[in-house]
């Protein structure tokens, strides 16, 4: 499984950013990955941002409820992370991740930053 992420940027507090990650896989089996989207800035551990499951449940860090939203297109083997009103706070390398039956794939990763 490949997994490409893009649409990172430097964007100012308060704007917003589309991320996407194309899966390379075939549909029958993307339908099968609970994606997610991570993150890692400086100095600190990656963590989870959001993931969106294979019946589209979804979950989100505390820090972002309410201003990110993630999706996924079973069609087109897409996720995306819809980041609004953003902080300096959420500046970091993004991820996305596919995981099915305990095994997990990621991407090469997107900056992502905010300038105050």
């Known amino acids: 499984v490949q997994l490409q992420a893009y649409g990172g940027g430097l964007v100012q507090t308060g704007g917003s950013l589309r991320l996407s990650c194309v899966v390379s896989v075939a549909n029958s089996v993307f339908n099968q990955y609970t994606m997610g989207w991570y993150r890692q800035a400086p100095g600190k551990q990656r963590e989870l941002v959001a993931r969106v499951s294979t019946s589209g449940t979804t979950v989100y860090a505390d820090s972002v409820k309410g201003r990110f939203t993630v999706s996924r297109d079973n069609v087109k083997n897409m996720v995306y992370l819809q980041m609004n009103n953003l902080k300096p706070e959420d500046t970091a390398v993004y991820y996305c991740?596919?995981?099915?039956?305990?095994?997990?794939?990621w991407g090469q990763g997107t900056q992502v930053t905010v300038s105050s």
């Open positions: 991740s596919a995981e099915r039956q305990g095994s997990w794939s």
